[in-house]
């Protein structure tokens, strides 16, 4: 069974940083896609930030500029090192990947609170 585990959220001052990471468990034939999404109180859950198998990113337009994802292939995981942080920038952050069939698989969610 293909679990996806998170680690690296918390609680943060406005200004500062945080490094999500999220590492594929258990035996997967390929991965297409890897990506970041976060979902806030009361709204809809929303893309953060994408990365293909071949490197290319996608960023939501807020996060542009301050977030930066990225992946390693050969360990499956896939991380991402949040600059700059917002109070707005505080969600539920999910790991998300998708097969190369076409599978989408969520993580469990880590918290990113970021306040003073």
């Known amino acids: 069974q293909v679990q996806l585990v998170e680690s690296g959220g918390g609680l943060v001052q406005p200004g500062g940083s945080l490094r999500l990471s999220c590492a594929v468990s258990?035996?997967?034939?390929?991965?297409?896609?890897m990506g970041w999404y976060r979902q806030a109180p009361g709204k809809q859950r929303e893309l953060v930030a994408t990365?293909?198998?071949?490197?290319?990113?996608n960023y939501a337009e807020s996060v542009k500029g301050r977030f930066t994802i990225s992946r390693d292939n050969a360990k499956n995981t896939v991380l991402l090192q949040m600059n700059s942080l917002k109070p707005e920038d505080t969600a539920v952050y999910y790991c998300?990947?998708?097969?190369?069939?076409?599978?989408?698989?969520w993580g469990q969610g880590t918290q990113v609170t970021v306040s003073s």
């Open positions: 998300r990947i998708r097969t190369v069939p076409g599978d989408i698989i």
């Open positions: 258990g035996s997967i034939f390929s991965i297409n896609a």
């Open positions: 990365i293909t198998s071949g490197g290319s990113t």
